[in-house]
């Protein structure tokens, strides 16, 4: 199994910044994380997936270019930077994982199958 730990949530005004960090118990490089944020009312939305052994990502439209994740494989820890924020980001934010070779739809909730507890991301007007 995979512990997942979600942190770097807060308050923020629109146009600023924040960058959540998701720390893992173990880091093999066969595993994918995601980043994912749901709103109230709303559906669990796909952000990011990042392929551990490569670095390499995905991004959904609604992100990319504001967006970015990376890693720190000493850390054991993925983050995902997030710039020019707007009101309707606000949500809690959550990372999952997954085996590589299990996964067809990198931003598809659905398809992870470890979680970790969210973070709540403010974003005011």
């Known amino acids: 199994d995979v512990q997942l730990q979600a942190s770097g949530g807060g308050l923020v005004q629109a146009g600023g910044s924040l960058r959540l960090s998701c720390a893992a118990s173990r880091f093999d490089d066969d595993y994918a994380i995601g980043w994912f944020r749901q709103a109230p009312g709303k559906e669990r939305e796909g952000l990011s997936s990042?392929?551990?052994?490569?670095?390499?990502?995905d991004y959904a439209s609604s992100v990319k270019g504001r967006f970015t994740s990376s890693t720190d494989n000493a850390k054991h820890t993925v983050y995902l930077q997030m710039n020019s924020l707007k009101p309707e980001y606000t949500a809690v934010y959550y990372c999952?994982?997954?085996?590589?070779?299990?996964?067809?739809?990198?931003?598809?909730?659905?398809?992870?199958?470890?979680w970790g507890k969210g973070t709540l991301v403010t974003v005011s007007s």
């Open positions: 999952a994982a997954v085996l590589w070779e299990e996964l067809n739809d990198p931003l598809a909730a659905s398809e992870y199958h470890y």
């Open positions: 990042i392929y551990l052994r490569h670095g390499s990502t």
